[in-house]
């Protein structure tokens, strides 16, 4: 009965983890290249850069990494979302792939 009751605590304690992600955690199909995110991390294709912070306003989230670069990720669908670089002023419109 206790090994029953601990199993149903881990699988409660991870499904409230998983949807305590951020929306843009996962791969992502966006006009020029794939993009991969996690809660921690970022990768544009040249290697996952760590984000060191994570601002949301709204439905909107501004990541910051190494040298004050920063990008902007928007319009969330759940299949769907708007990734802006605040440098270069590219925008680009992504869909989730996994």
Request: a negative charge.
């Amino acid at each position: 009965m206790l090994r029953l009751a601990a199993v149903a605590l881990l699988a409660s304690t991870l499904s409230a983890a998983a949807t305590d992600e951020p929306p843009y955690v996962g791969t992502w199909d966006c006009e020029v290249a794939t993009f991969t995110f996690t809660a921690d991390s970022y990768d544009s294709g040249e290697g996952p850069m760590p984000i060191l912070k994570s601002e949301k306003d709204g439905g909107a989230y501004t990541l910051t990494f190494a040298d004050d670069y920063r990008i902007g990720l928007a319009n969330f669908t759940g299949t769907e979302m708007d990734w802006a670089s605040e440098a270069s002023g590219d925008t680009f419109h992504c869909k989730k792939i996994d």
